[in-house]
């Protein structure tokens, strides 16, 4: 989990200074999930886009880390949520390809 948030504020540090970043982190035992929720009002405008990126590192390990990414834009709030299954472990291996 704390990769992932690392990867996450890595995407947003860019934009830190001129708009605000709330991260909820919430455990469902239902689902047997975590989900980290970051939303930043503004225009419409996916963090996660590769074409707005320096490089798909952090996305890479973001999409190999997570069980569930998703982004959409409601009301001047662009939100990105990511599930992560209980059954992750903090010794699970992820094969990450970055372009050369």
Known sequence: MLLLVEDLLGIYRSQLPE?????????SGKKESLELVCDTPGEAANPLDP?????????NLIHGLAEQVDYHYLAGVNRVALRLAARHSSSATIAVAAPI
């Open 19 to 27: 708009q605000p970043l709330t991260l909820t982190i919430a455990y």
């Open 51 to 59: 074409s707005c990126l320096p490089d798909a590192l952090g996305l």
